[in-house]
């Protein structure tokens, strides 16, 4: 697939899952192909790569390297939600008018 290209998507309702765990598991077992490099966005804090996901508390702490080395992934990439947003926003082509909708026209504040 070309660069930037959706292959695949999958939704994972947490409110079917005890923990992130089990949803890599699902995921696992629906894709294709080996996954070597997980990058995952998720809101809380990032300490020493382990997350307390906000906004599922009953879910157990996140930890990379744990499931890095359960799944047998080569790279485990924890990022904060805002985080990954920064790293988004500055690949946007805002060039391109057909991709960049204008929600709010702003005022110059030169």
């Known amino acids: 697939p070309e660069f930037r290209e959706l292959v695949h998507e999958y939704k994972f309702p947490n409110k079917d899952y005890d923990s992130l765990d089990e949803v890599l598991t699902a995921l696992m077992a629906e894709i294709t192909v080996e996954a070597k490099i997980i990058v995952l966005a998720i809101a ?3 300490v020493d790569r382990k997350v307390s996901v906000t ?3 009953r879910w157990p702490i996140v930890d990379a390297e744990e499931l890095k080395q359960k799944f047998g992934f ?3 990439y924890l990022l904060n939600d805002f985080e990954a ?4 926003a500055v690949a ?3 060039t ?3 991709k960049v909708i204008v929600l709010h026209e702003g005022v110059s504040v030169n």
């Open 85 to 88: 947003n920064g790293y988004g």
């Open 44 to 46: 809380g804090a990032n």
């Open 92 to 94: 946007i082509d805002i």
């Open 74 to 76: 080569d790279k485990f």
């Open 55 to 57: 906004n599922i508390p």
């Open 96 to 98: 391109n008018e057909e």
